[in-house]
């Protein structure tokens, strides 16, 4: 590949993504768009900006998840090493791409060698990172919702952490090429961060640009589309409406059990109230007449709703905000044709590079506006309480299961709500007993009063 200077002034940079090997000069006019006043002050303020927001607003996420205790939850826990690699952006990359684009002119390096190698690496590795993470957060939230019996004995938090290490190891791995491929290099005593490809053979800067875009950009947001549109096909199509599931251990050395709660919208049958649902081990199914435990179901419905918009908005954010710098690299790499530094296309790769490190600032803000929780922790830190007065930390899970899957457990099942027929009434200490996986399994309602 040929390497272009962009202006008869510039060097070959990092930021064009270009390799030194054979560059041949482009006739363009004198001097660059980026290096007049009136658009490089702007621009300087724009990242100083962008690198405030992304250190203050992820360093304020972590102390509220690490301080406050209602936040600390397995979503919370991604999100915190969410939070970290996006600080990682603000301390090695914002401010050293600002004075690598337009902090001086011609485009020189004046931070020395290691600067330039850890600059390139991190500007790579973080974006990976942060889209592996959210595939996290989407798998976690998938087996949770879809399969909440597998849900409390896989997601532990031993398996969480182990997710974790695997993303971080495997994203350093696949971006530790730039690392040893970026040089500083010299021209008639200026300094260039760059890369220089000689002597690795078969591996092109094309390729690796190309491969990351499909690896760790076009892949993941397939597989988070998927589990989300699962997740929102079951939690907004579903009939049956999330109540409770509990987890309880036996203080005398007995087994785990769980009590799953739950109810079934009847508007087929014309009622105005609610029917709580119990299902017992062979499948067939009762149920009792109850309207006191509606609005309780519906605010553990609408929580879970509120967590998955979140979670949406993050993914959708991030890939928005990524996709500009990913597109301009694959154009500079797969085209032929030359772009001048002194026409108003320059300005095209500092605005990617403002979207791309924007992405890691963006969700503290959409904690702040998304998430009631988030914003009663901060309340609650700002007034010197950790929330540790408050209900502590309960295994209780909401879930949806009337979906007719082989993967469902039969005990958890609802096929037909309309063919069950009203029992006698029930009891206090209601309920079957299953033994589910190790664990032993108590499905039961509350039960009201027969006057």
């Not at 250190?55 to 406050?68: Q, S």
């Not at 549109?229 to 251990?249: A, D, M, N």
């Not at 797969?334 to 296309?345: A, I, K």
Request: contains cysteine; hydrophobic residues 45%; aromatic residues 10%.
């Amino acid at each position: 590949m040929n390497t272009t200077f962009l202006n008869s002034t510039h060097l070959p940079s990092i930021g064009d993504d270009a390799e030194v090997a054979d560059y041949e000069a482009v006739d363009c006019e004198e001097g660059s768009l980026l290096d007049q006043e009136h658009i490089r002050t702007p621009i300087i303020a724009m990242y100083i900006i962008v690198f405030a927001i992304v250190l203050c607003g992820n360093a304020f996420t972590i102390i509220v998840i690490c301080i406050h205790r209602s936040m600390r939850t397995a979503t919370n826990f991604f999100l915190a090493n969410l939070a970290f690699a996006d600080m990682l952006v603000a301390f090695f990359c914002i401010l050293q791409n600002m004075f690598h684009i337009v902090g001086l002119k011609n485009g020189q390096w004046p931070l020395g060698e290691t600067v330039c190698k850890l600059y390139v690496l991190f500007l790579h590795l973080i974006p990976c990172t942060s889209i592996g993470i959210l595939v996290c957060v989407s798998l976690e939230k998938y087996i949770a919702v879809l399969h909440p019996l597998m849900a409390l004995k896989l997601l532990t938090n031993k398996l969480r952490v182990i997710m974790m290490i695997i993303t971080w190891v495997s994203s350093i791995a696949f971006n530790l090429p730039y690392y040893f491929t970026t040089v500083e290099k010299r021209f008639f005593g200026a300094a260039a961060c760059t890369r220089d490809m000689t002597g690795y053979g078969w591996l092109s800067m094309r390729d690796m640009i190309t491969a990351s875009f499909v690896v760790w950009f076009c892949m993941p947001l397939a597989t988070i589309g998927f589990l989300y549109t699962r997740i929102g096909l079951v939690l907004w199509q579903s009939g049956l409406k999330p109540l409770e599931i509990r987890y309880s251990s036996d203080s005398y050395g007995g087994p785990p059990t769980l009590t799953i709660n739950y109810e079934v919208d009847e508007s087929n049958n014309n009622s105005d109230g609610r029917t709580l649902m119990r299902a017992n081990s062979n499948g067939v199914g009762s149920k009792i007449y109850d309207d006191t435990h509606m609005s309780t179901s519906s605010e553990m419905f609408e929580s879970r709703k509120k967590i998955i918009r979140l979670l949406i908005a993050i993914v959708c954010s991030f890939a928005l905000l990524t996709l500009p710098h990913h597109a301009r690299l694959l154009y500079t790499m797969w085209t032929d044709s030359f772009m001048c530094n002194s026409t108003p296309v320059a300005l095209l790769q500092p605005l990617s590079y403002l979207a791309l490190f924007m992405s890691s600032g963006v969700n503290p803000i959409l904690y702040a506006f998304m998430s009631q929780r988030f914003r009663e922790a901060v309340r609650d830190i700002i007034k010197c309480r950790t929330g540790a007065n408050r209900r502590k930390h309960t295994r209780t899970r909401t879930f949806v299961s009337d979906l007719p899957e082989a993967s469902r457990s039969p005990s958890l099942l609802v096929r037909d709500p309309t063919h069950y027929v009203p029992p006698p009434p029930a009891t206090t200490d209601g309920g079957n007993m299953l033994s589910v996986n190790g664990y032993s399994l108590r499905v039961s309602v509350p039960t009201r009063s027969s006057s």
